[in-house]
């Protein structure tokens, strides 16, 4: 278990951003999509063998040709002011030990132990915590206040599609469900307030509010409260 | 290599020896009746075994027949054939420190000469046809070498076994291994396939050049036979759909379900 560095790169008082698939693999969508949007470069990876079983094998002709395993790669991306290292890490170590090892390595890339840090959670519906797909709307959510915060244009077109199809997927499973005959009362009371929600207007939030969320992370990612990632 | 993590009784006589691996569960058993069969054979003897701790969950205890079973990794050698057999379950967790313990030990004798593992592989055949065996190496050579014995290669894409990802791990390591896969019919999968097991069994005589006496498989496969002959006469279900095998035709997820569950049922009302 190891940092494989392919080269060093010069950055500039960097911001690090980690994804990892998780819930609805928001993190993961997130940080890859703007990985991708903002064509970072892949400097190194952390060798897979360790911390995670090998998730699909080549065998050709009776030989071994590959042995795959899930990635965490490293990317940065040069800016004006402060650059950019994304983590994509496409599965979590699932022994606590080994995550707790990983997120070492991480932090040793980052060179920095002393370090300011968010953690970003986009919010996904209970029920669909479990599902077999992604939630791009939490990814979205994240990525606006990521984009605003660094004040990076992010072109989320695509992510809206995908959002399109999910919800799509959703209330076409939402609607089958609904139709089941047996289906226990309370769950069918809670299907139904899912599928004709009432909205609580909670009324827009204020401008002042606005300003004390964006400026208490902003602290954070300039790097103005304490030490530079 | 880290005597902690072994508990060893002796001290085989062994020189770069051959290390064959068999687990405790897989298709057809064939794993299972092969190393049981090294085991047992003349001049084996029980040397110690991996410890267990981190490999397997200590949540709880089967109890089969009034006897508990506990996880085991129990390690034989046949000094006058130079080989080093080890017995396992498959470690429920921490596969990749386990699989690395079996290599340190392939590796403590000065080396071993290579690596082999026996594994059955279900297959849409009849009981009543031959059992192909198809090799999986992950050294070019010793590929070469064994294609006398045993032609087919194996192509496959997807989730590995963890005797592929030995292989693997042992390329890096620089030890050339094979996974030999023994064919079993897929209504046998989930209980033993005692031809599958002679075939492997057999297969390791002709490649290692030894002379056991394999009277007693021979005996069992015969066996094993004649009850499945026994239940294609009760059940002219069973017949119909064995038949439609052997003629080369396949069978529907239904009917394969079907046939898989009566002559599961039958063969356990048999050994009861």
Not at chain 1, 158 to 166: F, Q, T
Not at chain 1, 192 to 216: C, F, N
Not at chain 2, 121 to 128: F, N, Q
Request: include cysteine.
């Amino acid at each position: 278990m190891s940092v494989k560095l392919y080269r060093e790169p010069e950055l500039k008082r960097p911001i690090m951003l980690c994804g990892w698939s998780g819930i609805a693999n928001v993190g993961l969508a997130a940080v890859n999509t703007m990985r991708r949007l903002m064509r970072a470069e892949e400097f190194g990876q952390i060798e897979p063998l360790g911390y995670f079983d090998p998730t699909q094998v080549v065998i050709a002709n009776g030989l071994i040709e590959d042995l795959r395993f899930p990635t965490t790669r490293f990317f940065s991306h040069r800016r004006q002011d402060r650059d950019l290292v994304f983590v994509i890490g496409e599965q979590q170590p699932e022994d606590p030990e080994k995550a707790y090892e990983m997120a070492g390595e991480v932090l040793d890339v980052a060179q920095n132990r002393d370090l300011e840090a968010v953690c970003l959670l986009g919010e996904v519906p209970y029920y669909l915590q479990g599902a077999p797909w992604p939630y791009p709307k939490a990814s979205i959510a994240v990525l606006e206040v990521l984009g605003s915060l660094l004040r990076v244009p992010l072109d989320l077109s695509g992510l809206h599609d995908s959002a399109a199809r999910v919800e799509a997927n959703i209330d076409q499973v939402l609607e089958t469900l609904a139709g089941a005959e047996e289906l226990p009362e309370r769950v069918r009371e809670e299907m139904d307030s899912l599928r004709h929600p009432h909205h609580v207007d909670l009324g827009p939030i204020t401008e002042a509010e606005k300003h004390e969320m964006l400026d208490h992370l902003d602290e954070l990612f300039r790097g103005e409260v304490g030490n530079e990632s | 290599m880290n005597r902690e993590m072994f508990h060893l009784t002796a001290r085989p006589q062994v020189e770069r020896p051959s290390l064959i691996l068999g687990w405790t569960k897989d298709i057809g058993a064939v794993s299972r009746g092969v190393v049981d069969f090294l085991a047992e054979a003349p001049g084996s003897r029980s040397f110690g075994h991996i410890v267990p701790v981190h490999f397997f969950p200590v949540g709880g205890v089967t109890v089969r027949a009034d006897v508990a079973r506990f996880p085991q990794s129990r390690l034989f050698c046949n000094e006058r054939n130079n080989t080093v057999i080890l017995r396992s379950d498959e470690p429920q967790s921490h596969k990749y420190e386990f699989l690395n313990r079996v290599l340190d030990l392939a590796e403590h004798y000065n080396g071993a000469e290579a690596l082999y593992t026996i594994d059955g592989i279900a297959s849409m055949i009849p009981h009543t046809a031959t059992r192909r065996v198809f090799l999986v190496s992950n050294d070019p050579l010793l590929q070469r070498e064994l294609r006398r014995f045993v032609p087919a290669g194996l192509a496959w894409q997807g989730p590995p076994h963890t005797s592929t990802y030995l292989l693997w791990l042992a390329k890096i390591r620089r030890l050339p291994g094979v996974s030999l896969w023994v064919e079993v019919p897929f209504y046998l999968a989930d209980s033993e396939d005692a031809q599958a097991i002679k075939t492997g069994v057999s297969l390791l005589n002709r490649i290692f050049g030894w002379d056991y006496d394999l009277r007693d498989l021979d005996q069992r496969a015969a066996e094993q036979d004649e009850t499945l002959a026994q239940l294609r006469e009760e059940d002219p279900e069973i017949d119909t759909r064995i038949r439609l095998l052997e003629q080369g035709e396949s069978l529907e997820q239904q009917e394969r379900q079907e046939l898989l569950d009566a002559v599961q049922g039958a063969l356990r009302e048999h050994s009861g």
